[in-house]
Protein backbone atom coordinates (compact mmCIF):
# COMPACT_ATOMS: atom_id res chain seq x y z
CA UNK A 1 0.00 0.00 0.00
CA UNK A 2 1.63 3.26 -0.88
CA UNK A 3 0.93 6.20 0.96
CA UNK A 4 0.44 9.97 -0.46
CA UNK A 5 0.84 13.19 0.93
CA UNK A 6 0.23 16.31 -1.22
CA UNK A 7 1.35 19.56 -0.14
CA UNK A 8 1.85 23.35 -1.65
CA UNK A 9 -1.78 24.16 -2.32
CA UNK A 10 -3.01 27.67 -1.66
CA UNK A 11 -4.37 30.92 -3.06
CA UNK A 12 -2.77 33.00 -5.85
CA UNK A 13 -3.52 35.80 -7.92
CA UNK A 14 -3.36 35.02 -11.95
CA UNK A 15 0.17 34.80 -13.86
CA UNK A 16 1.62 33.63 -10.14
CA UNK A 17 3.38 30.49 -9.20
CA UNK A 18 2.62 27.42 -6.80
CA UNK A 19 4.85 24.50 -6.33
CA UNK A 20 3.13 21.51 -5.24
CA UNK A 21 5.22 18.03 -3.74
CA UNK A 22 3.73 14.67 -3.72
CA UNK A 23 5.73 12.72 -0.81
CA UNK A 24 5.70 8.60 -0.66
CA UNK A 25 5.70 6.45 1.45
CA UNK A 26 8.33 3.97 -0.04
CA UNK A 27 10.59 4.14 -3.17
CA UNK A 28 9.31 5.97 -6.03
CA UNK A 29 11.56 3.57 -7.85
CA UNK A 30 8.95 1.12 -7.48
CA UNK A 31 6.25 2.81 -8.57
CA UNK A 32 5.81 2.77 -12.58
CA UNK A 33 4.10 6.03 -12.95
CA UNK A 34 3.18 9.36 -10.73
CA UNK A 35 0.86 12.03 -11.78
CA UNK A 36 -1.54 14.63 -10.94
CA UNK A 37 -4.88 15.07 -11.41
CA UNK A 38 -7.29 17.70 -10.66
CA UNK A 39 -11.02 18.10 -10.00
CA UNK A 40 -12.68 21.77 -10.59
CA UNK A 41 -16.13 21.92 -8.75
CA UNK A 42 -18.72 19.96 -11.18
CA UNK A 43 -16.21 18.20 -13.47
CA UNK A 44 -14.80 15.07 -13.54
CA UNK A 45 -11.35 14.39 -12.68
CA UNK A 46 -8.99 15.43 -15.16
CA UNK A 47 -5.08 14.08 -15.89
CA UNK A 48 -2.59 17.15 -15.71
CA UNK A 49 0.58 15.92 -15.68
CA UNK A 50 2.41 12.46 -15.47
CA UNK A 51 6.19 10.90 -14.74
CA UNK A 52 7.48 7.38 -15.24
CA UNK A 53 10.20 5.93 -13.39
CA UNK A 54 12.59 6.61 -16.93
CA UNK A 55 11.18 9.79 -16.10
CA UNK A 56 9.43 10.01 -19.17
CA UNK A 57 6.70 12.87 -19.14
CA UNK A 58 3.26 13.59 -20.39
CA UNK A 59 0.90 16.67 -20.00
CA UNK A 60 -2.57 17.81 -20.72
CA UNK A 61 -3.00 20.47 -23.47
CA UNK A 62 -4.30 22.78 -21.20
CA UNK A 63 -1.18 23.15 -18.93
CA UNK A 64 1.47 22.74 -21.90
CA UNK A 65 4.65 25.17 -21.14
CA UNK A 66 3.12 25.92 -17.98
CA UNK A 67 3.36 22.77 -15.71
CA UNK A 68 6.21 20.80 -14.94
CA UNK A 69 6.29 17.21 -13.37
CA UNK A 70 9.26 16.38 -11.90
CA UNK A 71 10.63 13.77 -9.18
CA UNK A 72 12.94 13.66 -6.76
CA UNK A 73 14.51 10.03 -6.29
CA UNK A 74 15.87 11.08 -2.79
CA UNK A 75 13.02 12.31 -1.24
CA UNK A 76 10.81 9.93 -2.89
CA UNK A 77 8.47 12.82 -3.98
CA UNK A 78 7.10 14.20 -7.04
CA UNK A 79 6.19 18.03 -7.92
CA UNK A 80 4.09 20.35 -9.98
CA UNK A 81 5.78 23.56 -10.69
CA UNK A 82 2.58 25.63 -12.23
CA UNK A 83 3.94 28.71 -13.68
CA UNK A 84 1.13 31.53 -15.29
CA UNK A 85 -1.48 30.34 -13.61
CA UNK A 86 -5.14 30.81 -14.73
CA UNK A 87 -8.73 31.66 -12.85
CA UNK A 88 -9.19 28.17 -14.78
CA UNK A 89 -6.98 26.23 -13.35
CA UNK A 90 -8.73 26.28 -9.84
CA UNK A 91 -8.67 22.67 -8.64
CA UNK A 92 -8.41 19.93 -6.04
CA UNK A 93 -4.90 18.54 -7.44
CA UNK A 94 -4.36 14.69 -6.63
CA UNK A 95 -1.09 13.08 -6.69
CA UNK A 96 -1.52 9.42 -8.10
CA UNK A 97 0.69 6.29 -7.89
CA UNK A 98 0.40 3.48 -10.41
CA UNK A 99 2.62 0.63 -9.55
CA UNK A 100 2.60 -3.05 -11.91
CA UNK A 101 3.29 -6.11 -10.06
CA UNK A 102 3.48 -9.39 -11.88
CA UNK A 103 2.62 -12.75 -9.52
CA UNK A 104 1.69 -15.25 -12.49
CA UNK A 105 0.01 -12.35 -14.18
CA UNK A 106 0.16 -8.79 -13.76
CA UNK A 107 -1.71 -6.50 -11.68
CA UNK A 108 -2.21 -2.46 -11.92
CA UNK A 109 -2.36 -1.19 -8.46
CA UNK A 110 -3.29 2.54 -8.30
CA UNK A 111 -2.90 4.97 -4.86
CA UNK A 112 -4.47 8.81 -4.66
CA UNK A 113 -3.00 11.52 -2.12
CA UNK A 114 -5.77 13.30 0.02
CA UNK A 115 -6.20 16.13 -2.51
CA UNK A 116 -4.48 19.81 -2.05
CA UNK A 117 -7.03 22.98 -2.82
CA UNK A 118 -5.43 25.46 -5.83
CA UNK A 119 -7.42 28.63 -6.09
CA UNK A 120 -6.26 31.36 -8.66
CA UNK A 121 -7.86 34.61 -8.42
CA UNK A 122 -8.56 36.87 -11.39
Known amino acids: QVQLVESGGGLVQAGGSLRLSCAAS????????MGWYRQAPGKERELVAT???????NYADSVKGRFTISRDTAKNTVYLQMNSLKPEDTAVYYC????????????????WGQGTQVTVSS
Open 51 to 57: ITRYDST
Open 96 to 111: KAVKILYSGSYALNEY
Open 26 to 33: ESIFSINV
